[in-house]
């Protein structure tokens, strides 16, 4: 079992920035890849970035690439999303996930629900315009 706790949410103004931050318990942290996901009321939840395990590889959906930044600190059995540049379209609900394995064989693959196993409670994003 993996426990995880986002924080770091809240409201900004547009062009703003937020670190999201993703911290884990349970069993080892570094055996894990990690994702963010984002739920906006009225829509399905969706992709926003993964990091393998070792943080070598990291992907991203195309809407927040070269504004978002995915890390993990081993360490300290936490990952991290820093959000710069952010628009009022950013606006959801931001979920941190964990997948049982340490990459994905295909970029395609980290960008599925499906393939996590353990989720977070969300922590909520507001962009104001």
């Known amino acids: 079992q993996v426990q995880l706790v986002e924080s770091g949410g809240g409201l900004v103004q547009a062009g703003g920035s937020l670190r999201l931050s993703c911290a884990a318990s349970?069993?080892?942290?570094?055996?894990?890849?990690m994702g963010w996901f984002r739920q906006a009321p009225g829509k399905e939840r969706a992709f926003v970035a993964a990091?393998?395990?070792?943080?070598?590889?990291?992907y991203y959906t195309d809407s927040v690439k070269g504004r978002f930044t995915i890390s993990r600190d081993n360490a300290k059995n936490t990952v991290y999303l820093q959000m710069n540049s952010l628009k009022p379209e950013d606006t959801a609900v931001y979920y941190c996930?964990?997948?049982?394995?340490?990459?994905?064989?295909?970029?395609?693959?980290?960008?599925?629900?499906?393939?996590?196993?353990?989720w977070g409670q969300g922590t909520q994003v507001t962009v104001s315009s």
């Open positions: 990091i393998s395990w070792s943080g070598s590889s990291t």
């Open positions: 349970g069993r080892a942290f570094s055996s894990y890849a």
């Open positions: 996930a964990a997948a049982a394995t340490t990459d994905w064989i295909a970029p395609t693959l980290a960008h599925q629900a499906l393939e996590y196993d353990y």
